[in-house]
T-cell receptor
């Protein structure tokens, strides 16, 4: 069965420092991988996705993610965090025998302090 | 968020009420989804419609009844809900590639309806 794990409930980082939000996945075959962000009282906003090609994917708002097949990971990164990046981040995967589904992780709350 | 709109944004209802949530997508997609987001729980997929046909129903109680009259509109009809149904209900849409694509591509979400059941 497909699954996604976000091992950290919360990540704290100082403004200007690099940030990483971790995601690992389990899916048969080649995965499609996604990152979404959710601000308070809002829906999920698409940040970036990996389908094929270059393992480093660049997305919105300066975020990027690196696909690592051997470690089955898709960590979200940003070189310099902003206070406005504080939000809830979700990793998701589609693939295997559940083609219509996006399987979401439990979410990681990012808190960027000034 | 203007690509997928949801109304109402907030809804308070009693357990005996009947209400409906509405979702509309302006992206030309052919698949639409209902998700439930509760505090401290992962997003739960409730229903999937592709080309206006329901293709997945994740064992959702019958007090939730979806309707997809066309590829742009999706409704969730609610009746005799329980307090534990209080949650944020999210609608999403995507371009379903069908047999050829085999995978769902990017799903775009609406802002959600915050439902409180008293």
């Amino acid at each position: 069965a497909q699954s996604v794990a976000q091992p950290e409930d919360q990540v704290n980082v100082a403004e200007g420092n690099p940030l990483t939000v971790k995601c690992t996945y389990s899916v048969s075959g080649n995965p499609y991988l996604f990152w979404y962000v959710q601000y308070p009282n809002r829906g999920l906003q698409f940040l970036l996705k990996y389908i094929t090609g270059d393992n480093l994917v660049k997305g919105s708002y300066g975020f990027e993610a690196e696909f690592n097949k051997s470690q089955t990971s898709f960590h979200l990164k940003k070189p310099s965090a902003l206070v406005s990046d504080s939000a809830l981040y979700f990793c998701a995967v589609s693939g295997g025998d559940s083609s219509y589904k996006l399987i979401f992780g439990s979410g990681t709350r990012l808190l960027v302090r000034p | 968020e203007t690509g997928v709109t949801q109304t109402p944004r907030h809804l308070v209802m009693g357990m005996t009420n009947k209400k409906s949530l509405k979702c509309e997508q302006h992206l030309g997609h052919n698949a639409m989804y209902w998700y439930k987001q509760s505090a401290k729980k992962p997003l739960e997929l409730m229903f999937v419609y592709s080309l206006e046909e329901r293709v997945e129903n994740n064992s959702v109680p019958s007090r939730f009844s979806p309707e997809c009259p066309n590829s742009s509109h999706l409704f969730l009809h609610l009746h005799t809900l329980q307090p534990e149904d209080s949650a944020l209900y999210l609608c999403a849409s995507s371009q379903d590639r069908g047999i050829l694509g085999q995978r769902t591509d990017t799903q775009y979400f609406g802002p959600g309806t915050r439902l409180t059941v008293l």
